[in-house]
């Protein structure tokens, strides 16, 4: 592949969310394949001690990428973790000989233009069975599990470990320095910026806890409401894994990519409430409360919104690096 290609890979690769939109990744060029490695400067030291949500994040940007090779008309070979004595070497894509790409995938990809986190309300309406049962195809191509919390008790279940999760997470000063490290007020190649984190009218609210980015240097005051708000229950996806090592992670970080582009593909969007599977205790709590035989990595609010992308992502020259020899 000549360096343009190269660098349309890694431009569409960059597109995959991450944590915090930390995009904890970097690419290398070795003859015929691609490296994908993580960028541990960007690892949150708080939140993500155990690399857990780096690997999520790269997983999905080694998911973005392989679409973006096979679109281009190239076979494709991801392996996982290929070297042991090399611990940020997190994946390899081996770029094969000419391979005409499906209808489907150059949908998915399109589809990587549009997909944005949404984290304002979202219409009453839910996700249709179609659209689920392509979101638990997709997940199990890569070797992963989705699940809807659709039974009252599982919902009651996520809801109270969410609340106690984000209170947990909020009251630790630690947590809120290294959140607002990541915070952006004005157009950033990286971070959240304020244009992404749109402002709830009054009188709705959604009945699970979402993530406050604007935790500062003291626990948030309780909201007053004027009047009872009109309570918002959106469909909860949880993107899980039979195992929970680092090559669990990335499949899972590439069924969460595949899970977003099947369902912007259908016009849904999505919010993570990741701080459930933030700490292992209530992560654990909620593997147990679901009685789930493999680990949950990432539960999803999903809907149809009304936002746009508005996040940023850095440039190619930032993170490729091409012609490296090995």
């Given amino acids: 592949m000549d360096s343009e290609e190269l ?8 597109l995959a969310p991450s944590v915090h939109n930390t995009q904890p990744w970097q690419f290398a060029v070795a003859g015929h394949t691609l490296e994908v490695r993580a960028d541990v400067e960007r ?58 790409a499906s209808p489907m995938e150059r949908q998915l990809l399109e589809a990587a233009l549009r997909r944005y986190t949404d984290r304002g309300p979202y219409d009453d309406k839910p996700v249709p069975s179609d659209v689920i049962d392509r979101m638990r195809g997709a997940a199990a191509e890569v070797g992963c599990w989705v699940r809807v919390l659709d039974r009252p008790s599982d919902r009651l279940q996520a809801t109270i470990l969410l609340q106690k999760a984000e209170e947990i997470e909020v009251g630790d000063p630690r947590y809120r320095q290294e959140l607002g490290a990541w915070r952006r007020t004005g157009r950033s190649a990286d971070g959240i910026p304020a244009r992404a984190l749109p402002v709830w009218p009054q009188n709705r609210v959604c009945d ?10 003291a626990p948030p005051a309780e909201k007053q409401w004027p009047e009872p708000p009109t309570v918002e229950r959106d469909t909860l996806v949880l993107v899980g894994s039979e195992g929970d090592d680092r090559v669990s992670w990335l499949r899972s970080g590439r069924a969460l990519a595949a899970v977003l582009l099947a369902a912007t593909d259908a016009g849904v969007v999505a919010q993570p409430l990741g ?22 990595q990432l539960l999803l609010r999903m809907g149809y919104g009304h936002g746009w992308p508005a996040t940023g992502r850095r440039s190619v020259e930032e993170t490729l690096s091409l012609g490296l020899n090995r």
Avoid: K
């Fill in 43 to 100: 690892q949150l030291s708080y939140l993500d001690a155990s690399s857990r949500l780096l690997h999520l994040s790269c997983g999905a940007a080694i998911e973005f990428a392989r679409l973006a090779v096979r679109v281009l008309g190239h076979a494709c070979i991801v392996r996982l973790v290929p070297r042991a004595d090399e611990p940020r070497l997190l994946a390899t894509l081996t770029i094969g000989g000419p391979d005409q």
């Fill in 7 to 14: 660098r349309l890979i890694t431009s569409y690769a960059s």
């Fill in 275 to 296: 701080q459930v599977t933030d700490l292992p205790a209530t992560r654990l709590q909620l593997q147990r409360g679901l009685g789930l035989l493999g680990y949950p």
């Fill in 208 to 217: 699970v806890a979402l993530r406050d980015f604007d935790a500062d240097d």
